[in-house]
């Protein structure tokens, strides 16, 4: 199973969102099999969660009623639990917000808690991503207290590492993110159950140039061989390591193709349906004359 995260950042309105869900669910009606072998997540911008975690379960529920005819019951015999928990297990793309607040909850004007980011659908956390290194200022320290609000609000945390082009050049990024994972995960006693995280080069991100993909090995290699000994041992249950930067649909199948890469995590192809599913391998897509014909 491969992971494609969608992080829209700051971009989309409600009549692309509306585009966009059309188009996606037109593609993934015509290959329901070959989607089996992906987890899609969408991490929009915060305001737009509410409407996508309906919509998404507006169809969960169209999809139930299809099962219940199927099997010959009346979907009011569904008990709630069941209804909840196949309109959530049955969703073709998965929620996940960009960021949260570092503290349960309280007089931090602006924010959002990880607890409300649950309880509107979402699955997954995007955390200390680049740009919020930058533009925001946050530390590993920071972003270690985000982590462990998030995990202890259900939360699955995405959490992005990456170095810049100054650190690649001096051949220390194996190294760099190495740390940068440590200092960014909370000191627990027990487990994160499971964790995300994703290998961002600052200077592959939204610049057109890809890491080649025995860059992206190497440093897969070791984020996973730092998770089964020293530091970083015994601290995740579950864990998935993502590439992202200036994917696109001619790179990301010789991305995938990685063994002990679980996944990506897309900016700019993922802003339309059409290119962020050919992001998948193995997805048929109409060509507009075989659509509209
Ligand atoms: P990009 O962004 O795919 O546009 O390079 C990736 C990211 O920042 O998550």
Not at 26 to 38: D, G, P, R, V
Not at 140 to 154: F, R
Not at 275 to 284: N, Q, R, T, V, Y
Request: proline fraction near 3%; charge should be negative.
């Amino acid at each position: 199973m491969k992971i494609i995260v969608a992080n829209w950042k700051m971009n989309q309105g409600f009549d692309e969102i509306d585009e966009w869900l059309d188009r996606f669910y037109e593609i993934s009606a015509k290959n329901f099999e070959e989607l089996q072998s992906f987890r899609l997540i969408l991490c929009p911008p915060a305001i737009f969660l509410d409407y996508l975690d309906s919509e998404l379960i507006e169809d969960g529920l169209k999809n139930l009623e299809e099962i219940a005819k199927k099997e010959g019951r009346n979907p009011q015999d569904f008990l709630p639990d069941e209804v909840s928990e196949y309109v959530m297990e049955s969703r073709p793309i998965r929620l996940g917000a960009q960021n949260c607040h570092h503290k349960k909850n309280g007089a931090y004007t602006g924010e959002l808690s990880a607890e409300m980011l649950h309880r509107i659908g979402c699955e997954y956390v995007i955390l200390g991503h680049s740009e919020r290194r930058i533009y925001n200022q946050e530390s590993d320290e920071l972003i270690a207290k985000k982590v462990e609000v998030a995990v202890e609000e259900g939360l699955i945390p995405i959490l992005c590492v990456g170095e810049n082009i100054e650190i690649r050049k001096a051949a220390q990024h194996i190294n760099y993110v190495k740390n940068q994972i440590i200092s960014s995960l909370p000191k627990l006693d027990k487990k994160i159950p499971a964790l995300l995280v994703a290998y961002e080069p600052i200077w592959a991100i939204g610049s057109g140039e890809t890491a080649s993909v025995g860059q992206i090995n190497e440093i897969t290699n070791a984020i996973v061989r730092a998770f089964e000994n020293g530091d970083l041992a015994e601290k995740v249950g579950n864990l998935y390591v993502l590439y992202g930067g200036s994917v696109n649909e001619e790179n990301s199948q010789e991305i995938l193709a990685l063994e002990r890469l679980d996944g990506l995590l897309v900016g700019k192809a993922s802003l339309n349906a059409e290119s962020f599913l050919k992001l998948c391998p193995g997805i048929k897509i109409q060509s507009n004359s075989e659509r509209f014909n």
